[in-house]
Nanobody, 127 residues
């Protein structure tokens, strides 16, 4: 079973910074992860894309965060990061980590999962 575990959320003042992390773990399996990303959902709104990064490092950002947020990943650690700078109150949301496809190998077995999500981490930007 694959788990995505986010961390790093919290309360920050406008203009401040936060760094989110998301680590994928697979119960002893070796993981190969395709595209990883961050999405967010504010109260009363639909979940929206924040940023994605492929296994080769190609990135994509929502227009609302370009120039302020930076996504990166450490393939050896199966971890994706989101550095958020110049935060605004409208960035307040639950942030979710996503992996579009995870291949798991170990003990002569092979599995894959599609569309894995973390449990979410709250980011609140307020004075």
């Amino acid at each position: 079973q694959v788990q995505l575990v986010e961390s790093g959320g919290g309360l920050v003042q406008p203009g401040g910074s936060l760094r989110l992390s998301c680590e994928a773990s697979g119960s002893g399996f070796s993981l190969t992860i395709n595209t990883m990303g961050w999405y967010r959902q504010a109260p009363g709104k639909e979940r929206e894309l924040v940023a994605t990064i492929t296994s080769f490092g190609d990135t994509n950002y929502a227009d609302s965060v370009k120039g302020r947020f930076a996504i990166s990943r450490d393939n050896a650690k199966n971890t994706v990061y989101l550095q958020m700078n110049s935060l605004k109150p409208e960035d307040t949301a639950v942030y979710y980590c996503n992996a579009d496809r995870i291949d798991m190998r170990g003990g002569g077995s092979y599995y894959y999962t599609l569309g894995s999500w973390g449990q979410g981490t709250q980011v609140t930007v307020s004075s």
